[in-house]
Structure formats: structure tokens, C-alpha cells
Nanobody, 120 residues
């Protein structure tokens, strides 16, 4: 079982930066894929970024590529989403998620979400 807790959301202006954190507890190993997703008002949840717990190559949605950076701090059991040059369309609830790549193709564990609001 893995527990995920997001933090760092807030209200910012367009062009600002924000750093989201996802604290993971429980049985996370290098086989875990850690992802960030978001759900904007009236929209479906969408993929933002992902990285293996062991590091390596990260994946990004085209809409955030070049602006967002996903990283992990294994010592702190934390996954970070650094969001730069924020736009109003980035407004959403951001969720951290995890999946064990050895047993599942779907993200099994989810945090409660943190609200990010970007004003124009």
C-alpha cells in the first residue's frame, strides 16, 4: 500500500512559478512510476508528467513540455513538480499518482489533490 500527499498549490499570477510536492509513504520501490495528473474545471483528468522512482527519463504532456519539470528526492520520499511560466489554462486540481510497473499498467494509488489557480 502506498499513501500519497500533495502540497504546494495556491493562487498565482500568469508567468509565475509554483512547486508542488508529493510525499510518498509505504512500499515504493524503483519499479514504481510516479505521475502528476490534473483536472481543470469542467474537464477530464489529464496526464501532466511522470518519472520512475529510480529516476531516468521523464515524460511530459505537450502542453507543459519546456515549462514543467518533474523530479524526485528519494531521501525524502518526495516527487516534485516544478511549474514555471504558468498560464491560466494550467488552473486545475493537481494529483500525484503511483503505479507498480511490475504488476499494473494503471495508476493504482492517488493523492487527494492540491488546487492550483493561475490568474491572468
Amino acid at each position: 500500500q502506498v499513501q500519497l500527499v500533495e502540497s504546494g498549490g495556491g493562487l498565482v499570477q500568469g508567468g509565475d512559478s509554483l512547486r508542488l510536492s508529493c510525499a510518498a509513504s509505504g512500499r515504493t520501490t524503483n519499479n514504481y512510476r510516479m505521475g502528476w495528473f490534473r483536472q481543470g474545471p469542467g474537464k477530464e483528468r489529464e496526464f501532466v508528467a511522470a518519472i520512475y522512482w529510480s529516476g531516468g527519463s521523464a515524460a511530459y504532456a505537450d502542453s507543459v513540455k519546456g515549462r514543467f519539470i518533474i523530479s524526485r528526492d528519494n531521501d525524502k520520499n518526495t516527487v516534485i513538480l516544478q511549474m514555471n511560466s504558468l498560464k491560466p489554462e494550467d488552473t486545475a486540481v493537481y494529483f500525484c499518482a503511483a503505479r507498480n510497473t511490475l504488476v499494473s499498467t494503471k495508476y493504482e494509488y492517488w493523492g487527494q489533490g492540491t488546487q492550483v489557480t493561475v490568474s491572468s
